[in-house]
């Protein structure tokens, strides 16, 4: 695989040009553990701060067209407005995260809190995002919820399950024709007795419930330990039902650090099934958006290193040689067909990103174009007073 | 909750002399770990010893009416014998398990291998199990796939679950009317990579696909770690697909002790969750079965002593203060809805249980009396020659 | 076991009377996950008012006479007089807990960082504890390192195991002759890549290097899953090496819940070795601590428990029949061996702590007691305005 | 990185050319799961064709020059014969591997059994090793015990330490002046409750108290989820203790999967830490051993597989800029850092392992060249009859 045939190139180039990542808003703001959160120079105060710095990762790298926005973190008074101002600078606003985790109300849960005001409350905010959607242009409605409890009989699991799927089938009565719901699933944290939607079985079943404009979302972080993500990612799309990922790494639990850092390889094997699935086309519908938490490490370079590792991936799916594949597994040679899979993976992909970036108009190196540029040197003299935005604002 | 009241004394006890709990042919055959089989004296040499092994635990439980048999390790002559003999010694035939990973050809798995020849192997195997409960009058067919795959690459994930799926209804179709497919996922174990069916969502959305007479079986010792084992019976039951449970505990993966040995407390959980929803009554239709694999403790005993841990469980679960615990949830009071599970949970029930066994016509302690029985003095004298059956016998 | 003889009775009494549990001044303040932290009313704004909510959980217990601090949480002007304030109100002053984890210079590390400048003043805090432990007259310096990396190759391993080595040698030398460094260690959080005291061998082979006055802590939520706490608390006892423990309990990863809630079986079996290794004692030297986040629950409260339930297991423990169980595991009867800790498990000792508490003169239940006490309306009334007390304050 | 300057590439290629890897034995016999065993035809049938399939991995690869032997599955008459026959074919006889887990003895374990007849029998079959080490002049005495209980209260966990530890000391004097144990840790299985020796904090424990002959070998499988492997080879480094690797890999547990197959970025990560600490090279003693199970895939071609993806490691860790990466980790640059290893990590190092192996006269592909050596099909034929080799054999 060392060398690259011309039309396998011309292949994945045409696919690698077409590829489309999504930023997160909330990336740029500082983050942190429940230990501390280590403030950095530079953060936005505001989403369109947020909104230009996701430019600066799109003007880079070419494949961030679109932002992720979490409410009530990136409420503004005319979402038009920032629309327009996103449009300016390069991106649109993608995805739309409601956030019912984050009010004293919801110490005991949102929409399956046990006191029905809370739930009303809950469910107003879903559909407030569902309006913000209708104003922002945006197809998805991603829901997280923290929901769940910290101790054996504090609450029903079942009565949880019922009120849950009577707020999602309210606010899916609410979607407009071209928009959709995309509901997250979470082993633990912030709850650690059971989650509401622990895994990717329980956001399935209120999916298929609901109905076609309902889809599944993989946060690659939010799994037990052991658990193979990429058989989830094939038995979803199998069924219609995947609608996106949240793309991250970790070693042990959520630890949201870039993706591709903690198991390359198990990012290669999820996107070997996109591909295998033709999947990773706009049209399959398949959100790939980042979501990450870069505590330590410098956001916008972390982000555009993120995006850098996605791409990666995606070239070496792009390159295995999927007739070989299916040759050696229907002959049930089981070192052949991994031997296949390896090939790509071992393959460097770099001087073939550097060749798109090329052709696209792009600098070859996007972190050593991005620290060139001094953006950061700027924003960060030019970001003074005001509060950083974190997850709390 | 030391002192329990008349009223639930009589609710409780009556719930537990209803309760039933099927056991394993295989269980009293030897087994072990891939690194040794430590084989035990008296262990039974064919299905009716094993059928014998059954009743005994059955005749000092009293709650213990069936067992579960494993095909081929159980075939027989003639099926209505073996029933005859079984309905003599006063127990009756369960469900039928299907082995379909002990052939040579099943390698690369069984009914998603990637030829085409293996797959009718396996199943006119799963339809000769069907023909066998049409003689034993079973009601449930067990379908525990070994197949998965060891490396990345080595066969099609999205080709082997249409195949998985083919199999399924093929059999789904051969089903009589009061049969039922039951369907265990486990997370690995023998394939390292992924298996087939690794998990519960897999497994209840090949069930739904196949239709109503088509469930999810539950082994508690399948699953990734930090799962919560009762979400997912809670879940099921509120969908209609749980079809029972494989009894079994584990401090690390499928270590197949006894149930209740490594974590009561998850079992009492669990036995909540079933109670809570009114699904211990046989009209329910879940099985209550034990899946354990006694390597180094004597069979028989400790098949009695699992049935008396289910048994202890249940009764803690059954005197939960149901209205108390709705109250300090509606409340959202954490601690006091805690306490309330906690309190049953903390009470010794073994004095109630060993009321019900009297008012059962058994011994108060069912250990002490099968000892005392000479039980196992005698079938270790009259069990020689012959091959001690195992997990390939 | 349902009915205790005299004489266990009275060995298991006297034990449980002098059992010492150590509470935590940073359990009454307000804490939460990363995603949000739920403010509660009535919770202390300053160290005395911590001492308060400490001293009313001892008043209600009888055995919880002591409260470990936390610098700079717990810093005052006049130790002498804090500890003076908590003598009048029936406590002492326990451990002091160094945090090296919420400057802003400690973003990559505190003692283990690759700058010079930052170990400097790690180190100067950690001198600054033993200045606060001779005025205290505290015992246990307990460190606990957030210290670690997030990515691959961001800092080297070795390297940052010498640096550890070096600090800890300096602050040994700086202990007085009955003071010492109890070493904590945790799997991950708030680094994802590596901790740099990630496991019980790597706090073990420092505090070997250190000498006699280095000990190990355990706190039971800081292992990998699967881990067996009984055997490092066996171990370390053997080696001479168990300092302690910071009791709490856990689903998934660090979840801080209430000690006994997510795994009473484990809670104990740790304290069947306590017992075994006859470590109870005071002389003993281990120091029995609580370390736990109270999210939701009513925080006093929730103490209360938690010192109940650690009573619980020990009362379980302590009616293990030593020499049975010593005799069946001589003659290899496993199922004997593991009845006889099951019978003392299944006992409900509440009952026997009911009477405890009698015989100490203090109500029967300490939960019914402390809310009829009004307390906490006292409190919460009273501690209006100021800033409530929390994990950064 | 993707151009490597000649004097980097002369280093690796030094460095690669010395490299040693050791095969095992029994990895060239059947093997399987609980489940099932899967035979392969043309297994070798006894030591010598063991011997004779290690020679031929070494023949195609170059750098595995050494062969581990199992007693008593290689028990043979003559061992100074066994040699004679290894060196003929190029290879020599490494390390020998203790077996003292298949004899119903063992079944409640074997030098920590309560039993003192079973552990004097368990330690002369260490004694006997050693033996077979004074004729083979193998240097190391590779000691993995299965002991370990079932159920808590099983056994007296100490008192198996003590145990344990006797054993440890007799072999330990036993000894010659060249030879040393090599004690292996694994976290369970086939013990379930817990193992006698779990992790490396015990295997280091042990091995302090015996003295500088006794080190800690790393099977790469036998971990909890989540456990930083390379962690653990850089502390035991730096402590002088680290005595080997058995190098597979696995998605769960003790999977024994081909190394490198499952997280191939952890295999790159451990190898760097063994290159920062010139650790390497023969001198350092560390024996880089294989340890793999190819239940599925055909062994011999499965270990060329394994023994080329640890080269690939290799010579990735060979080529991380050293001096780069502790110039970033000074200026804590978390991204520099991290892109130091991965911009090695990224490497397509293929092209430089065929160069080696060209200037080692073999050939460049070495599955190739052993596919088109008809070694496989001559073996197939002329191993008919007698017994396949395997666990039990």
Redesign the interface.
């Known amino acids: 695989m ?1 060398d690259i045939d011309p039309s396998t190139r011309s292949r994945v180039l045409a696919a690698l040009r077409d590829q489309r990542i999504e930023t997160a808003s909330w990336a740029f703001g500082n ?6 959160v ?2 950095q120079a530079g953060v936005p105060r505001n989403p369109y701060e947020k909104i230009a710095d996701a430019a600066t990762v799109h003007r880079f790298t070419g494949v961030a067209p679109t932002v992720a926005l979490h409410i009530p973190w990136d409420k503004v008074e005319d979402y038009a407005d920032l629309a327009a101002y996103a449009k300016e600078r390069g991106v649109g606003l993608g995805a739309i995260n409601a956030n019912v ?2 009010d ?1 109300d ?3 849960g949102s929409v399956t ?3 029905p005001q809370v739930r009303a409350k809950a469910l107003a905010h879903l559909f407030e995002c569902v309006d913000i959607m209708d104003a922002t242009g945006s197809r998805d409605l991603k829901l997280w919820f ?1 929901d769940g409890t ?10 949880r ?2 009120r849950l799927a009577e707020a999602l089938s309210a606010v899916y009565r609410r979607l407009g024709e071209d928009q959709r719901i995309l509901l997250e699933y979470k ?4 709850a ?3 989650m509401d939607v ?5 956001a ?2 209120h999916c ?1 419930a609901l109905g076609g404009k309902a889809q599944v979302v993989i946060d690659t972080g939010h ?6 993500i ?3 990612v ?2 979803l ?3 219609g039902k995947l609608g996106g990922f949240d793309f991250n790494s ?4 959520d ?1 949201d ?2 993706v591709g ?5 198990q990012l290669f ?1 999820i996107m070997c ?1 996109i591909v ?2 033709d999947a990773l086309r706009a049209e399959a519908g398949i959100a790939f958006m980042l979501d990450q938490c870069h ?4 956001k916008i ?2 982000v555009i ?1 993120s995006v850098m590792n996605v791409q ?1 991936a995606t070239a070496k799916a792009l390159l295995v040689d999927a007739s070989a ?2 040759s ?5 040679d ?2 052949a ?6 090939d790509a ?4 992909v ?2 073939l990103l550097r060749d798109l970036r090329g052709e696209m108009g792009l600098e070859p190196d996007p ?1 050593a174009a991005y620290k060139q540029s001094g953006y950061l040197e700027t924003v960060t003299s030019s970001r003074v007073g005001g509060n950083a935005a974190g ?1 709390g604002a």
């Open positions: 060392t983050s942190g553990t429940r230990f501390k280590f403030a985790f984050q004293d919801y110490k005991l809190n046990p006191d923290s910290n101790y054996p009989g504090q609450d029903s699991i079942r009565a399950q019922d082993l633990f944290e912030p650690f007795y059971t622990p895994d990717w079985g329980t399935f079943a298929l799994h037990a330990p052991g658990t193979n990429e058989f989830i094939a038995v799309l199998r069924a970790r070693f042990y639990a630890d650090l870039m850092a903690a198991d390359p390889f094997r099934e295998s699935a505590n330590i490490e410098p370079q972390a290193r990666e594949l299916a050696a597994q229907r002959d049930g089981v070192l067909a991994n031997e296949v899979l390896m993976y071992q393959t460097d770099r001087p972190i997850w």
